[in-house]
Each structure stands twice: as C-alpha cells, then as structure tokens.
C-alpha cells in the first residue's frame, strides 16, 4: 500500500512538471551616458511582451524641460562625443519617419520623452515594429539608444528634426 501512494504521488508531481513550458520574458537594457558636452544619463529596459509587442520602461535625468526625440539608431556605438557613430535611426523596413504608432515609421520612431521641470523623466510604454533580439531582422539588440537635444516632430524625414544627440547607450 506505501509502494503505490509514492508510486502514484511521484507520477502526479511528474505529470505536472510536464505540463505547459513557461515562457521567459527576454530583456534586454541599455545605460545611456552624456554625449555632446550635456549631462543627460539614464537607464532604459526592454522587454518582449508579445509576439510584436516590446514594452520600453526607464529614467532618466539631466535634461532641459520638455519633450526630446527618443530613437533607436542603427549601430550600437556611442564612441563618437557627438553619438554620430551610431549612425541613423533603425529602419529595416525602409519607411520614413513617423511617431512611434504610425503605420509609416522607421522601426527606430519611439517619439518622445517629457522631461519635467527638474529635468526627469520616467517612460513605460509598449510599441511595435521591433523584437528583444539580436537575429531577426527586427531586432534592437547591439544597437544604440539615443536621446536628442530637442522634440520630435514626428514627421522630418528621416530624422524627425529633433537636434544634436545628448545621451548614447548600447542595447545588450
């Protein structure tokens, strides 16, 4: 009678480790450091919500109050003082510029960030267009973050006329 109850207990627990596989979120984060000569730093997690779905959540702080362009560029390096070593913003699919839910937009459009009057901001939003990857070709990581010195307009092409580029980080 004992040998059975284990017998029957440990095929239960066994059951139910086969059950469904838990999918892991992927994440991937990028710490943004001043470019052009600014103090705007911050810190900016991505992570795969969805099929087509990535959540952007982050702070950042040291900037001029008001709305500044937020974009994903195509390479991740932040070694030139200005950030042009990242070149411009990802745009696999070839469109032009646009906001961040647009169906005309660069992969990279992810609009703006408000700062406040003591020169923060917080974001946390969804967008799609882009994967928590470094193989498909929507994938941003190995790419660079970048904040700009003013807003984006939403419609310049292909820059969104938002100025020189003040913080710089790379997605890993």
Same mark, same amino acid.
């Given at each position: 009678?004992?040998?059975? @109850?284990?017998?029957?207990?440990?095929?239960?627990? !066994? !059951?139910?480790?086969?059950? $469904? !596989?838990? %999918? %892991?979120?992927?994440?991937?984060?990028?710490?943004?450091?001043?470019?052009?000569?600014? %103090?705007?730093?911050?810190? @900016?997690?991505?992570?795969?919500?969805? $099929?087509?779905?990535?959540?952007?959540?982050?702070?950042?702080?040291?900037?001029?109050?008001? /709305?500044?362009?937020?974009?994903?560029?195509?390479?991740? #390096?932040?070694? #030139? /003082?200005?950030?042009?070593?990242?070149?411009?913003?990802?745009?696999?699919?070839?469109?032009?510029?646009?906001?961040?839910?647009?169906?005309?937009?660069?992969?990279?459009?992810?609009?703006?960030?408000?700062?406040? #009057?003591?020169?923060?901001?917080?974001?946390?939003? @969804? @967008?799609?267009?882009?994967?928590?990857?470094?193989?498909?070709?929507?994938?941003?990581?190995?790419?660079?973050?970048?904040?700009?010195?003013?807003? #984006?307009?939403?419609?310049?092409? $292909?820059?969104?006329?938002?100025?020189?580029?003040?913080?710089?980080?790379?997605?890993?």
């Amino acid at each position: 009678m004992k040998r059975f @109850v284990i017998t029957t207990a440990l095929a239960a627990i !066994a !059951a139910g480790c086969a059950g $469904p !596989a838990v %999918q %892991q979120e992927t994440t991937a984060t990028a710490v943004l450091e001043p470019r052009s000569g600014s %103090q705007v730093r911050g810190n @900016v997690t991505f992570t795969q919500a969805g $099929p087509d779905i990535v959540r952007v959540s982050g702070n950042f702080s040291g900037h001029s109050k008001g /709305p500044k362009g937020f974009h994903i560029h195509e390479k991740g #390096d932040c070694s #030139d /003082p200005k950030g042009m070593s990242t070149g411009g913003h990802f745009n696999p699919t070839g469109r032009k510029h646009g906001g961040p839910y647009e169906s005309e937009k660069h992969a990279g459009d992810l609009g703006n960030i408000n700062f406040n #009057d003591k020169g923060t901001a917080s974001i946390n939003f @969804v @967008v799609g267009g882009i994967s928590v990857s470094r193989d498909k070709p929507d994938g941003i990581i190995g790419r660079a973050i970048i904040v700009h010195m003013d807003a #984006d307009d939403l419609k310049t092409d $292909p820059t969104g006329n938002a100025g020189g580029r003040v913080a710089c980080g790379v997605i890993r």
